[in-house]
Structure formats: C-alpha cells, structure tokens
Nanobody, 124 residues
Framework: QVHLVDSGGGLVQAGGSLRLSCTASERTFSTLRMGWFRQAPGKEREFVAGISRSGRITYYSDSVKDRFTISRDNAENTVYLQMNSLKPEDTAVYYC?????????????????WGQGTQVTVSS
C-alpha cells in the first residue's frame, strides 16, 4: 500500500476556491491512477475526480465537472484538486486515493490506498 497525506482543506465562503494536495510516499507514484473522493455527514463516500497515470486523462462526477480540476506532478509525487465556485453542498471530508488498476474507475473499492482526509467547509 501507498502512504498518502492529504492537505489543503479549510473554511471558505460560497463562490470561493481551495486547492487540495495529496503527497505519496511511493517512488512508483507515476504507475498509480489517482482519485479524489468525498464524504459528507450522514452520506456515503462518493467519487469526485480521477486522473490517469500520465495525467493526460481526467474525469469527474457531474456535480463538480467544470468547477473542479484534478492534476498531478509525478516528479513531486503529488496530486491536486483545484476547487472553484464552491457551494455549501461541497462541504465534506475529502480523501485522495490510489489505484493500481489499468482502467479508470469511479468505484472506491478499486482504490487500495487512502489519505487520512481533509475537511472542506463551504459557508453560505
């Protein structure tokens, strides 16, 4: 498993922006597909965004598409989630996750390693 450390969460007003970071300890970071998930109180964990090993292919949930951008820097073993136009319904704990699968997945069961989570709170 890969050790992942999430950071960058905080409190922001609606319409604001945050950038989350997730750094991996794994030297083979570039061989892993990465994803961001989130879990709001009383709700199940849901997929937010995913990125291929090279970073050329990205995919998003409908609820964040056109507002969030996932990217990665393989030289720094880091994946990012830029979140713009934040809404109160984006409030959740955000987790980065790593998958060794070759094909894209939005299923949390396909991601074997997880960060500790970082809280994002959007006030109205």
């Amino acid at each position: 498993q890969v050790h992942l450390v999430d950071s960058g969460g905080g409190l922001v007003q609606a319409g604001g922006s945050l950038r989350l970071s997730c750094t991996a300890s794994e030297r083979t970071f570039s061989t892993l597909r990465m994803g961001w998930f989130r879990q709001a109180p009383g709700k199940e964990r849901e997929f937010v965004a995913g990125i291929s090993r090279s970073g050329r292919i990205t995919y998003y949930s409908d609820s964040v598409k056109d507002r969030f951008t996932i990217s990665r820097d393989n030289a720094e073993n880091t994946v990012y989630l830029q979140m713009n136009s934040l809404k109160p319904e984006d409030t959740a704990v955000y987790y980065c996750a790593a998958s060794s699968r070759i094909t894209p997945s939005r299923d949390s069961a396909d991601f074997a390693s997880w960060g500790q989570g970082t809280q994002v709170t959007v006030s109205s």
